[in-house]
């Protein structure tokens, strides 16, 4: 039984998925496969691999929006494999949070090379090993994306969602208003302040047992804010 890293392999190919089952198991990995975007989510969910070979065209869901999903909690580095050589694409793909980026059809030698590249720069300090937060009253299920507040499970908007994600993936850090307007909002509003305290208003009603004196949503004075870490 190999002890070497997991890797998911996302592809809905059966040849492909053969071919790399080979490669990969020759070259001392341990492999879980998935044909469609939705078992990959439940199945990274369920036991984190420490890498992902995601193809962008599968049968259920684009491929970009499993990489987003999975970049909700996911820290492991993910590899895209897919057909489409647009420069566009690629770029898509990077921005969204992939690692790296390989054509059809490609070597599996130089595959495994990209994996031993992407594996050696993996930071594992704080990393997540689990598709659940929880804090105080609040905790996550980003698999299912159920936020509950207490015994109650609550509703938020998608751009809410967003936030309060962004917001997880640093928790204790300060972060700026301008880098949260970018990560959640996009480039094209860093200087909308407004929209943050309107969303993290709302957040504070949602989640917290006393808004006026949050104890999970922390602001920074002048800077932005910071996600209590314990």
């Given at each position: ?9 996302v ?128 905790k996550?299920?980003f ?21 309060l ?35 993290m ?25 910071r996600?209590?870490?314990?």
């Open positions: 039984m190999s002890n070497g890293p997991l890797i998911l392999i592809e809905d190919e059966p040849p492909l998925r053969r071919l790399l089952r080979t490669s990969l198991g020759d070259a001392g990995y341990r492999l879980v496969e998935a044909e469609t975007g939705a078992l990959a989510i439940k199945l990274a969910s369920q036991q984190p691999p420490d890498l992902v070979i995601l193809d962008l065209g599968l049968p259920d869901m684009d491929g970009l929006a499993v990489l987003v999903r999975l970049r909700e909690w996911l820290k492991a580095p993910i590899l895209i494999l897919s057909a489409r050589d647009q420069e566009k694409e690629k770029i898509a793909a990077l921005d969204q949070g992939a690692d790296d980026y390989l054509t059809k059809p490609f070597s599996p030698g130089e595959l495994l090379a990209r994996m031993r590249v992407a594996l050696r720069h993996v930071v594992r300090q704080g990393e997540p090993r689990s598709s659940t937060f929880a804090l105080g009253r609040l996550v299920d698999a299912t994306r159920r936020v509950m507040a207490g015994d109650a499970e609550i509703h938020l908007t998608p751009l809410e969602y967003k936030l994600t962004t917001l997880i993936q640093h928790a204790g850090k300060v972060l700026t208003h301008r880098f949260l307007l970018k990560e959640v909002w996009g480039p094209l509003h860093l200087a909308e302040n407004h929209y943050l305290r309107v969303f208003a709302s957040l504070r009603r949602k989640i917290e047992e006393d808004s006026s004196q949050p104890k999970i949503f922390l602001t920074e004075p002048g800077v932005g804010y996600l209590a870490s314990e």
